[in-house]
């Protein structure tokens, strides 16, 4: 059953790893380029590295490395609903809707044995394949990410490390058990896609930050790291200074020193438009203004990565347990 399970299954693995196989070429390439450039620059760059970090980035962020760049993390976003909707929903989707389940659910074949086997091949080649592409994009990106600082942040997040496995399996039994139900290939292909983004984006603008707990600090206002200091028509004011580098920013508030959101007003004679270059800066820095920030540090990046990992695994389980259920007792 599974040799047969796998040759059903062949031809899409041989594909994809077709594909694997040109996307590590062209990481090689681009990789050692990339590499070469952070050992002149960064690598030897001492205590004062600000032109070696531009000098790095200009490389990674123009040519062959930036289009590889983007195309690996856009790989690891849409490769996982790829397989949900081409590999999960399809499975048993198409046996039900041709009727060829009548022939493969037999008596010497329960759709139990059927069920688990075609799952446990098929999901072994979507852990594989996306286990691949995640360490290989991952790998490559490592020293863009550490001068970046931003590999923790929900626009990198996703593409990066573990999750992306975990991904790729939540959604290939989501379309298994999407197919289950619904009966029809091509509905249960679009339902898997629209599911799956709604809760994969449910994640970094709702739970993700729960998962760990963030770090909170307030401290005086760094006047030296400020960020935006903006005066409105009405005299209010928007005062921020930079949070800590390479971290996700959660919340970022000026306060006054009895706990109150810093609004202004701003001072006419310090802040007016008249006003001698430096002088509204002075005048702030003279308010004890404290600086508020919930965040999660770079230190954060893999204990967030198994937790959400966990999460998707989680529901996997829970889908897996779901789709035998209904197709033990509820498809006739």
Partial sequence: MYWFAWRQLRLQTVYAAGALVLLGLALTFTGLTLASSYADTVAVCGTDCTDAVKAFLRDAQTGAPAAVYVTGLALAYLVPPLIGAFWGAPLVARELETGTHNLAWNQSVTRTRWLAARIAVTGTATAAVTGVLAWAVTAWAGHVDTVRGDRIT???????????????????????????????????????????????????????????TPVHTTAPLDMDRLGDLLINQDTSMEVTGKGPEGAWILTNQTLWPDGRVFTGPADAASCGRDSAYGI?????????????????????????????????????????????????????
């Fill in 154 to 212: 929900p626009l990198v997040f996703g593409g990066r490390g573990v999750v992306p496995v975990a991904y790729a399996l939540f959604a290939f039994l989501l379309g298994v058990t999407l197919g289950a139900v619904i009966r029809r290939t091509v509905p249960a292909m679009a339902a898997t896609l629209g599911v799956y983004a709604l809760v994969v984006a449910s994640f970094p603008a709702w739970l993700r930050e729960r998962l760990v």
């Fill in 280 to 332: 509204c800066e002075k005048w702030v820095s003279g308010l004890g203004l404290q600086q508020d920030v919930v965040y999660h540090p770079s230190t954060h990046f893999w204990s967030l990565q198994w937790a959400e990992a966990g999460v998707f695994i989680g529901l996997t389980v829970l889908l897996a347990g779901f789709c035998f259920w209904w197709v033990r007792k509820r498809v006739v």
